[in-house]
């Protein structure tokens, strides 16, 4: 009776999974909606075409062979997208990472995506709503590369011009405060504008000209509008400026008159993003280098990955640690 008993009993703990030390299935994870053996779908949705899918696509293969990619494309309009989102999560796609065309009006997108037991990676810009984690290029970094190529640049002393994105937009404000945090106290702001619409630069450039006394005045313009940026060229150009040092800010390489161009190393990005994307996958706790709050979450983990600057020649530039000192700028 004995023999038999014990018997039973070794045949029901051969039938039970095997457990970690923390009571859990040993190769899954509470909240786990996929698995790397198997491979899922991760929905990769972005507000304009760019490198990003190409560049997400390679890194995800990399950490999950068996994986796929469902790309969508909302080619910069918000209801759009909305219902791309509604057709991935229809076709249970449970990773959505979303790069939103207007990170305000998301919230109702990304809390139906976690009603759905989706998980939501904001990418690029961070979206309003219980995201699980966000990756983008670290906008207090960007100010502060912004300015000190524009301290490298400058030739003369003088005022300069400083064009901001809007003021309600949270990334535009890190953005400002760490050009300010660099320039405050070395050169004299002598124009500074938040920008509501990419149309108001142009006008904000000419004004600025005008009350500063001429285009002689201005020793250097720094765009932190993405948006604004070829406005902000076109109009210095016309305006007296076109030998002026401009550095702006570029999401995406692009084009255009500037002396330097801080933008964002989408290949850093997209590889941070397709970890997080399997992480979250898995369950697992996600870490960042930082955490953040988008207004309806708070202590979301996030990925702020490092600019890149490029010089008007288009080669990757190093600071100059003797131009910084002899401007002012802190050595890095």
Same mark, same amino acid.
């Given at each position: 009776m004995g023999r038999r008993l014990a018997g039973v009993c070794v045949l029901l703990l051969m039938s039970l999974p095997a457990c970690g030390p923390d009571g859990q299935e040993r190769g899954t994870e509470l909240g786990a909606v996929g698995d790397v053996r198997d491979g899922f779908t991760v929905g990769l949705l972005l507000p304009a075409e760019g490198p990003d899918r190409s560049l997400f696509t390679r890194a995800l293969a990399s950490l999950c062979p068996r994986c796929?990619?469902?790309?969508?494309?909302?080619?910069?309009?918000?209801?759009?997208?909305?219902?791309?989102?509604?057709r991935m999560l229809a076709d249970g796609v449970r990773v959505l990472v979303l790069g939103a065309v207007d990170p305000g009006a998301a919230a109702p997108w990304v809390a139906r995506a976690k009603l759905s037991g989706a998980k939501v990676i904001a990418y690029d810009r961070l979206a309003n709503g219980p995201v699980d984690a966000y990756v #983008?290029?670290?906008? $207090? !970094?960007?100010?502060? %590369?912004?300015?000190?190529?524009?301290?490298?640049?400058m030739r003369v002393a003088g005022p300069v011009l400083l064009l901001n994105g809007?003021?309600?937009?949270?990334?535009?404000?890190?953005?400002k405060r760490g050009l300010h945090a660099v320039l405050d106290g070395r050169v004299a702001i002598g124009w500074e504008r938040d920008l509501t619409a990419p149309g108001e630069a142009g006008r904000e450039v000419a004004a600025a000209v005008a009350a500063l006394g001429g285009a002689a005045k201005v020793a250097?313009?720094?765009?932190?509008?993405?948006?604004?940026?070829?406005?902000?060229?076109?109009?210095?150009?016309?305006?007296?400026?076109?030998?002026?040092?401009?550095?702006?800010?570029?999401?995406r390489p692009g084009t255009g008159t500037r002396t330097a161009t801080?933008?964002?190393?989408?290949?850093?990005? #997209?590889?941070?993003? $397709? !970890?997080?994307?399997? %992480?979250?996958a898995g369950g697992r706790t996600v870490y960042g280098t930082a955490v953040v709050s988008n207004g309806t979450t708070v202590s979301i983990p996030a990925v702020l990955v490092p600019p890149a600057v490029v010089t008007k020649a288009g080669d990757p530039k190093a600071p100059?640690?003797?131009?910084?000192?002899?401007?002012?700028a802190p050595p890095r």
């Open positions: 796929d990619v469902r790309y969508a494309n909302a080619a910069g309009d918000r209801t759009r997208q909305a219902r791309q989102v509604g #983008a290029t670290d906008p $207090a !970094r960007v100010g502060r %590369e912004q300015a000190l190529a524009l301290l490298r640049a809007p003021a309600s937009d949270p990334y535009a404000a890190a953005v250097g313009v720094c765009c932190a509008s993405e948006a604004a940026a070829e406005a902000v060229a076109a109009e210095m150009a016309k305006s007296g400026l076109a030998g002026v040092p401009l550095i702006r800010y570029d999401g801080v933008r964002t190393d989408v290949a850093a990005q #997209a590889a941070a993003a $397709a !970890r997080l994307a399997v %992480e979250v100059d640690r003797r131009t910084a000192r002899k401007q002012g």
